[in-house]
Nanobody, 117 residues
Framework: QLQLVESGGGLVQPGGSLRLSCSAS????????MTWYRQTPGKEREYLAT?????????TYQESVKGRFTISRDNAKNTVYLQMNSLKPEDTAMYYC?????????WGQGTQVTVSS
């Protein structure tokens, strides 16, 4: 059974940092492209970043988070990360990791990030 489990969210002050983790199981992680999204109530899901399969040396980012967020992966741990720096109140959202496996789009349950003083 394929599972994606996010963790690492929480309350952080503006300008602070958080590292989100997504633990994956039930598929060949190293062969799978992984993506992070976020969503706030009443808004559409927002694409954040993608890391391609293999070593993870190829990544893409949404422009608004480029330079502040870094996606990475540890294939030995079947885990993808999202390092978030210089956080702003507008980064407050539920954060999800996702992947496509056998033409189906899988989502984790999400982890809440709240940026507030």
């Amino acid at each position: 059974q394929l599972q994606l489990v996010e963790s690492g969210g929480g309350l952080v002050q503006p300008g602070g940092s958080l590292r989100l983790s997504c633990s994956a199981s039930g598929f060949i992680f190293s062969d799978t492209v992984m993506t992070w999204y976020r969503q706030t109530p009443g808004k559409e899901r927002e694409y954040l970043a993608t890391i391609f399969s293999g070593s993870g040396s190829t990544t893409t980012y949404q422009e608004s988070v480029k330079g502040r967020f870094t996606i990475s992966r540890d294939n030995a741990k079947n885990t993808v990360y999202l390092q978030m720096n210089s956080l702003k109140p507008e980064d407050t959202a539920m954060y999800y990791c996702t992947c496509w496996v056998r033409r189906k789009h899988y989502w984790g349950q999400g982890t809440q990030v709240t940026v507030s003083s």
